[in-house]
């Protein structure tokens, strides 16, 4: 595709419910990262694919986070039994290489945990 | 602990002000500074600043890099509403995780017609 797409654009849900976001990297494009980014807050890593490896995922703020990426292309990030401080708007960026290359992001998903 | 600490967190001007955003930084093993511009969204890529004293520009926005003082600036001539977003500072850091960028909360810039 031209850019980053993202999928759902917004998601409302209810505390202890499952959620998965997903991302779709501008194709070609090895590294791919997860950053979430809360209300009045600056972005906040998550975790960085480079391929379907996982190198980092330091920025995973609990066990109730997880991500996957297959074929090199598609990544999923899956919020386990969502809680209220998880609202956030969470954003995806690839980038062709890693090093020393322009991120380009995607519009984000919006979750709000009710 | 790295931080980005970017200044004002806000800020309103008219049309046709020139508007000069700070981004201080304090990190280990610096790469590389990026500026980004954040409408709805979607932050898009402004400037990559990796040395000291060269101004990289594009059109009405120039930026600049001081890694003495270990801070950069963000300037906007004669600006216009659609200049209206968050700028978003993010420092690159050698020796950890490739393209991993720690970004400071942003510059709301708001720009009247």
């Known amino acids: 595709g031209a850019g980053v797409s993202q999928s759902p654009s917004n998601k409302v849900t209810e505390k202890g419910k499952d959620v998965e976001l997903r991302c779709d990297p501008i194709?070609?494009?090895?590294?791919l990262y997860w950053y979430r980014q809360s209300l009045g807050q600056g972005l906040e890593f998550l975790i960085y694919?480079?391929?379907?490896?996982?190198?980092?995922k330091s920025g995973l703020p609990s066990d109730r986070f997880s991500a996957e990426r297959t074929g090199g292309s598609v990544s999923t990030l899956t919020i386990q039994r969502t809680q209220q401080e998880d609202s956030a708007v969470y954003l995806c960026?690839?980038?062709?290489?890693?090093?020393?290359?322009?991120?380009?992001f995607g519009p984000g998903t919006r979750l709000l945990v009710l | 602990e790295d931080k980005v600490v970017q200044s004002p967190l806000s800020l309103v001007v008219h049309e046709g002000d020139t508007v000069t955003l700070n981004c201080s930084y304090e990190?280990?093993?610096?790469?590389?500074l990026l500026w980004y511009k954040q409408e709805k969204k979607a932050p898009t890529f402004l400037f990559m600043l990796?040395?000291?004293?060269i101004e990289k520009k594009s059109g009405r926005l120039s930026s600049i890099l001081d890694k003495k003082e270990l801070f950069s600036i963000l300037n906007i001539t004669a600006t216009q509403t659609g200049d209206s977003a968050i700028y978003l500072c993010?420092?690159?850091?050698?020796?950890?995780?490739?393209?991993?960028?720690?970004f400071g909360r942003g510059t709301q810039l708001t720009v009247w017609p």
């Open positions: 960026a690839s980038s062709l290489l890693a090093v020393q290359e322009t991120q380009y």
């Open positions: 194709s070609g494009h090895t590294a």
């Open positions: 694919f480079q391929g379907n490896s996982a190198p980092d």
């Open positions: 990190v280990t093993n610096f790469r590389s």
């Open positions: 990796t040395s000291s004293g």
């Open positions: 993010a420092v690159e850091r050698r020796g950890s995780t490739l393209g991993r960028l720690y």
